[in-house]
């Protein structure tokens, strides 16, 4: 349903905008804190093994693994733009979580027809093999990508909010 703008309506849209305008006030996740850019900017370190990590500062603080974790949501929560940005990470991260969940369910239930099959190997239980495998192996590593992605743009927000 469409709403119609009366004048009263416009009236208040006006007064809240010159309110707005007449006395700003910073938001509480643009306020700068004391932490300067040497000393505070992160950045992902991968090491040898593969794993990604959260560091901070020139010395490369270890702060955290990359995971949807409420330390690392802390940390981007003093930027809207970084939060934002971490919260699509999050999201992505957490579907490619389910389809590992899903991909393992379809190669278990293949394997299961395969083996209770009498006839051998059925056209089901391949069909679920193969889109078990497709899943894990295409799949949840794309949307992994996605979410590494979205982190380090949440790395570059928190990162440009710093003074130098």
């Known amino acids: ?21 007449a006395f700003p006030q910073t938001i509480a996740g643009q306020q700068p804190g004391s ?18 990590r959260v560091v901070s500062g020139r010395d490369a603080l270890d ?8 330390a690392l949501e802390d940390i981007f929560r003093t930027n ?17 979580d389910q389809m590992d969940y899903l991909a393992g369910g379809l190669l278990l239930t293949g394997v299961a027809l395969d083996l209770f099959d009498g006839d051998g190997h059925s056209f089901w239980a391949i069909s679920l093999d193969a889109a078990g495998i497709g899943l894990y192996l295409i799949g949840s590593p794309i949307l992994r990508t996605q979410g590494m992605n979205e982190l ?13």
């Open 80 to 96: 809207d733009t970084a939060f934002n940005y971490y919260g699509r990470f999050a999201r992505r991260d957490r579907f490619a």
């Open 1 to 21: 349903m469409v709403r119609a703008r009366t004048p009263g309506n416009a009236f208040m849209m006006f007064l809240a905008t010159a309110a707005l305008w």
């Open 35 to 52: 932490c300067t850019y040497d000393a505070c900017a992160l950045s992902l370190f991968t090491s040898w093994t593969g794993e990604v």
């Open 152 to 164: 380090s743009r949440a790395v570059w927000w928190y990162n440009r909010a710093l003074p130098r």
């Open 63 to 70: 702060l955290t693994g990359v995971d949807r974790s409420a």
